[in-house]
Structures are given as structure tokens and as C-alpha cells.
């Protein structure tokens, strides 16, 4: 099963992702971690990239489409996999579709997960990162046991700086305006399915079971 979850920030694609890769046993592939993680490293790309990160602006294209690829390229994403936070513009996903072709591995569904402003910054202003183990907490739907200190190793967490109130607003708008269109691309292909991602994810994860049994991507 081959899959990219579409939708706003805060629409909660990472931690469905997280949750059905393990129900299908497929590979999640977060563009996302990837970034964090070059930025981490300081390796040119993430170098590239932290700037517009720390502004809640797109990284660049050619930025994430060669981590993408270069991901895709390697043999776990053969068994299946699901792809959240890419792509996030229609130049992204003709791209992806070409790599993709390239590898006889055809996407078989983009899911939008279509979800309300107040959904959207509940979620993105409550989430805390632990800067020293990654380990990710909501202040809200998954707190750390003492506030503000990791429960792994005891840092002090932190705010991404793309989740604050101000470049939540600003990552709205480019949503708006740059990756909504995506959702026409695949709507014109028949691959885009659309659901409520103000669903919690328990019965959201049933919702998408049920979904794939139908259209016989999935036995389980």
C-alpha cells in the first residue's frame, strides 16, 4: 500500500500515519523528521532548510524532493509506505508521481484530512518537543508527568518555533494559498479521498480500515 496523507498543519496526518503504519506494516516516511534531522546534523540540505522552517514558510523544493527520493529509493519502501508532509504542492506531487513511476511503485490513495481552524490551533500550539531525546508530548492530549520535563531524560522541552501563534498563522496561509491545490490533482486522477480530521484517532483508524478493505488494499 502506497499512500500520502494530505491536509492543513494540525490536521494530525504525522500521528494517524504513525498509528496505521504499524496496523498495515508499512514504512512512514515523515518529511518532516527528515528535515529536523539534516537541520540537526547541519548538512547543507538542512542548513537550506532551517531558515524557512524557523519562518513556518515551504522549504524548497528541490530540497525535500531529493530527501524524498533518495528515501524511496532504498528497499523497506517496496513493502508499502506512507508519506506525511509530502508533497505539499502540485510541482511536489508531479515529482513524486515521476519518481514513483520510475520505481513501478503507483500511489494508490491520497487521504485530505479536512479539519476546523480551532482543531487546527489547539493542536499545533499545545505540542512540546524534548530537544535532547525527540521525544514528542501535547500539553493537552499527551503531557509529560512533571510539566515542562521530559519523562525519558529530564530536559526542559521546548517549542517548535513553527508552532508558535504566529507561524501557525503564517503556515496557514500558505497552505491556503499554495498546497490546496493538491487536492484538485488528485481529485482529477481519482485518487483523493477526503475525511474529517477532527476525528479522534481511534475512530478515525477504523473509518480508514473499513476504507481499505473496500477499495482491496488491505486483508486485515
Request: with cysteine.
Amino acid at each position: 500500500m502506497r499512500l500520502v496523507f494530505l491536509g492543513p498543519p494540525g490536521a494530525g496526518k504525522g500521528t494517524h500515519a504513525q498509528v496505521l503504519s504499524k496496523d498495515l506494516g508499512v514504512l512512514h516516511i515523515s518529511t518532516g523528521d527528515m528535515l529536523r534531522d539534516s537541520v540537526k546534523a547541519g548538512t547543507p540540505l538542512g542548513l537550506e532548510a532551517k531558515k524557512n522552517m524557523d519562518d513556518g514558510k515551504l522549504v524548497p523544493d528541490k530540497v525535500v524532493i531529493g530527501l524524498v527520493a533518495e528515501r524511496l529509493e532504498r528497499p523497506d519502501a517496496h513493502m508499502g509506505f506512507i508519506l506525511d508532509g509530502f508533497p505539499r504542492t502540485p510541482e511536489q506531487a508531479k515529482a513524486l508521481d515521476e519518481e514513483l513511476k520510475m520505481l513501478q511503485m503507483p500511489l494508490d490513495m491520497a487521504l485530505d484530512f479536512e479539519t476546523s481552524l480551532p482543531m487546527i490551533i489547539r493542536r499545533l500550539s499545545g505540542r512540546r518537543l524534548c530537544p535532547k531525546c525527540n521525544k514528542n508530548y501535547h500539553v493537552h492530549n499527551y503531557p509529560p508527568k512533571k510539566e515542562g520535563m521530559c519523562d525519558v531524560c529530564g530536559s526542559t522541552l521546548v517549542q517548535r518555533p513553527d508552532d508558535r501563534v504566529e507561524a501557525i498563522e503564517n503556515r496557514l496561509k500558505i497552505y491556503k494559498e499554495v498546497t490546496e491545490p493538491l487536492i484538485q490533482y488528485y481529485k482529477t486522477s481519482g485518487r483523493l479521498v477526503q475525511l474529517d480530521g477532527d476525528i479522534d484517532v481511534a475512530p478515525l483508524n477504523i473509518i480508514l480500515m473499513n476504507l481499505f478493505r473496500e477499495k482491496g488494499l488491505c486483508r486485515k
